[in-house]
């Protein structure tokens, strides 16, 4: 329950009624009076007021007790009930303050500038009523302030501080529906703040809901705007100080950039240069290679027409089987052809390594050039870039060293290390390139040198074998014919017993599938009959096809065999000219010229 200190004598009842004691931050006493102290008339007959009572429901009842009611000619004779007046001491009101009449005294506080005064005769000073007071003496009228000298509506007021006399009677909707409850200073320590009963919700009173809007303009809103005003100045501070920063340092690696883009750029230079020295060097090299293969596939002529030449003249008679010059000539032409042959397939062995190591050493350049370049157009690109540029973007990831970068030092030193690799295996290639240009110079000067001496001696060796000339041609083109006939034949056999093949597939598949029927369904019908003749049938034919083709093989051996037979007796019939004649002369007609022999078309 609230706690009611000793009351005492203050403003008429019907102007000011008090129900606590004044708080010692009382308005009155702080403005008013200088902080008195205040001795307060005890009331010892009656110390427990009636809460429930109204003071003029008090007076009419004869009531003794709480504050007693001024004797005051303003209120209706009626009404009000006899009591004595406050005792006289030095710290009542009449003594503090100047006895002047209502509509003269300067007053402050809650009672400054006051409406309309009227005469009364309350020994009171600012004690004056409105003049409709006599109209309804009954009812409480409030104190008339001048609007302009008042704060806004939802600061404190000058009447909050001074309790409220406002007397209502319970009835089924007001703030006290399940029972009375007074504002006051100790509602928060004491429990009597208002309850919440089924009509409404009232917990705080005006007065405090306009102190709590002045703490929180002047306490809390102060802070933040002084810490807002703090915060924005750091604020504009640090961005000026950071946007400072970031340009320097922007300034400062497109500074770099550009100076690493130059030396990317000046190396990129010599790479690309060194690869078209390279790639020109390729380029003669595989001329060159192909040279040698030409001359090395030119070479076989020689060659086959010396084998030949040698092997033809081994099918001469017992008696012509001699060693003449032709014969001696040829066997050198021959080992020349094998010694060049072999120094053609080392030289191409080395050309091919050279290659090899030109390549190697190119897309090593190309290699090094493709990083380059890109990272050229990385720096080109990076070092462009503006604050407005479109392909900006959040990248964490790139913030990082990696651990296969290489330093500044090591990245010149590869560079070059692979220019003079380079270098080195260019001037390899062009010092095999001049080796390669000799070697097929004298190989075709002395296998066209040695040609020569065979075609001077071979022909005097024909002049004495003329006569068997025309009926050793028309005998061995017409052997000749019958093999070519015969291989044909043999072409054609084996191509109808591959048919064969085929046909038996077909029939063994069908065979295959009609064996994958379940149950009854797998009937040994009339085309299961018919399949299994079938592949009888096709294996007979195939039979009778392998007996043909063997016949035709042997036919073919046959005719093989006479043309032998046949050739021994031209040899020993016409002396050996058709070899020396038709055959060695014939066929060194073909021998390659030395430009051929050299490697050019």
Known sequence: ??????????????????????????????????????????????????????????????????????????????????????PDTPYSLEHAIPQTPCDKVKTKGILKKTAEKIECECPLPM??????????????????????????CYLPQPEDKIPSNKEEGMGPIGPWATGRVDWGPL???TGTRPVVDRYSIARYSEGEWRQHNKDILEGKGERAVHRNNLIEWNSRQCMAQTQSDATKNQEDSTRRLQQREKEVHRWKCELERAIAAASEEITFIEEQRRRLKQAAAVLQLPESIAGECLERRTGRLDSELVRDEVEVELLKERALCDEIRQQFIQTLKDIELQLIEDKTAKQRLESDWSDKK????????????????????????????????????????????????????????????????SILMNASRDLRSQADKVELILSKRIKCLIEVTD??????KKTLQKLADVENLIDDLQAAIRRMDLCLKKAQTRLDFRLQRQRVENCRDECHFGLIEEVKMIGEQTAALAAQLKQAEDSQAELITGRNELENEIMRKRKSLEIDRFRIQQFRSYYPSATALSGYA
Request: aromatic share 8%.
């Open 1 to 86: 329950m609230a706690e009611y200190p000793p009351r005492s004598c203050g403003l008429c009842p019907h102007l000011a009624h008090f129900e606590k004691a004044a708080d010692p931050k009382h308005y009155i006493p702080e403005h008013t009076v200088p902080k008195p102290d205040m001795e307060y008339q005890l009331n010892y007959v009656n110390m427990n007021p009636q809460l429930g009572t109204t003071a003029l429901q008090q007076q009419q009842q004869g009531y003794t007790g709480g504050v007693p009611p001024c004797n005051d000619p303003c209120v209706p004779p009626d009404v009000s009930s006899p009591s004595e007046p406050c």
């Open 127 to 152: 004690a004056s009523v409105p003049k409709n007071v006599y109209e309804d003496r009954g009812t409480e009228q409030p104190w008339a302030v001048n609007l302009n000298d008042r704060p806004p």
């Open 187 to 189: 509602k928060g320590l």
């Open 374 to 437: 890109q990272a050229f157009e990385l720096d080109s690109t990076g070092r462009g870039l503006t604050l407005r540029s479109s392909i900006l973007m959040f990248k964490p990831g790139s913030v990082i060293f990696p651990g296969d970068q290489s330093t500044p030092e090591y990245w010149e030193h590869f560079t070059k290390e692979t220019l003079q690799m380079s270098e080195a295996t260019r001037q390899r290639s062009v010092t095999l390139r001049g080796t390669l240009d």
């Open 471 to 476: 009926r050793l041609e028309a005998e061995l």
